[in-house]
């Protein structure tokens, strides 16, 4: 079975510093990694995903997490964040799947509030 | 963009009543999907949905739970007799089809939500 650790539940950070955003995982087979946000009153959107290959993956909005295998880890970072970054941010898991579609098992979350 | 939507964004609902989420997938997806998020907890697989028949479902989705395509573009979670317990943010989302060799790592597409607040 697979399980998603997210270390902080929320991470304040002012506007224009660099942000990372902790995930860790469990598996005993190779998966597939997300991670979404949630904007206020919106739904969950891709910020980026790993399927394979190079390990570090670039998102939208200037957004990259990179894979590390060893430490089952794969941490989002932005160098320099906007107010307009505050949201919750999930970090998902996969496992691949023999019936062509994908089972997400999600982290508890972080709140990321950016302070001007 | 093409995007998942559902209906109601808001239900309130009386205890032991029968619920129907409404939701419209992406036209061209295969791969149909409930989530919930209950107040405060992670967001939790419900079901999964392909070629009108549910292909994976969790230990959560017991016999109150129901899923229906009733015509080419509607997705539907029905929840009978519903519980204080069920009141959550209930999420449709959908994929496409996964390659040739079923694997996949398609994204999945997230609707806004429905929020049940059972009473």
């Known amino acids: 079975a697979q399980s998603v650790t997210q270390l902080d539940s929320q991470v304040p950070v002012f506007e224009e510093a660099p942000v990372e955003l902790r995930c860790n995982y469990s598996s005993s087979v190779s998966v597939y990694l997300f991670w979404y946000v949630q904007y206020p009153n919106q739904g969950l959107q891709l910020l980026l995903k790993y399927l394979s290959g190079s390990t570090l993956v670039k998102g939208i909005n200037g957004f990259e997490a990179e894979f590390n295998k060893s430490q089952t880890s794969f941490h989002l970072r932005k160098p320099s964040v906007h107010i307009s970054d505050t949201a919750e941010y999930f970090c998902?898991?996969?496992?691949?799947?023999?019936?062509?579609?994908?089972?997400?098992?999600f982290g508890a979350g972080t709140r990321l509030a950016v302070h001007p | 963009e093409p995007e998942v939507t559902q209906t109601p964004s808001h239900q309130v609902t009386q205890m032991g009543q029968e619920v129907i989420l409404r939701c419209v997938p992406i036209?061209?997806?295969?791969?149909f999907y409930w989530y919930r998020q209950i107040l405060g907890q992670k967001v939790e697989f419900l079901v999964s949905f392909y070629n009108n028949e549910i292909s994976e479902k969790s230990e959560i989705f017991d016999d109150q739970f129901s899923v229906e395509r009733p015509d080419g573009s509607n997705f539907t979670l029905k929840i009978r007799s519903t519980k204080l317990e069920d009141s959550a943010m209930y999420f449709c989302a959908s994929s496409e089809a996964g390659d040739r060799e079923g694997l996949s790592g398609n994204t999945i597409y997230f609707g806004e939500g429905s929020w049940l607040t059972v009473v």
């Open positions: 036209s061209n997806h295969l791969y």
């Open positions: 998902a898991v996969s496992p691949p799947g023999s019936g062509g579609y994908n089972k997400l098992i």
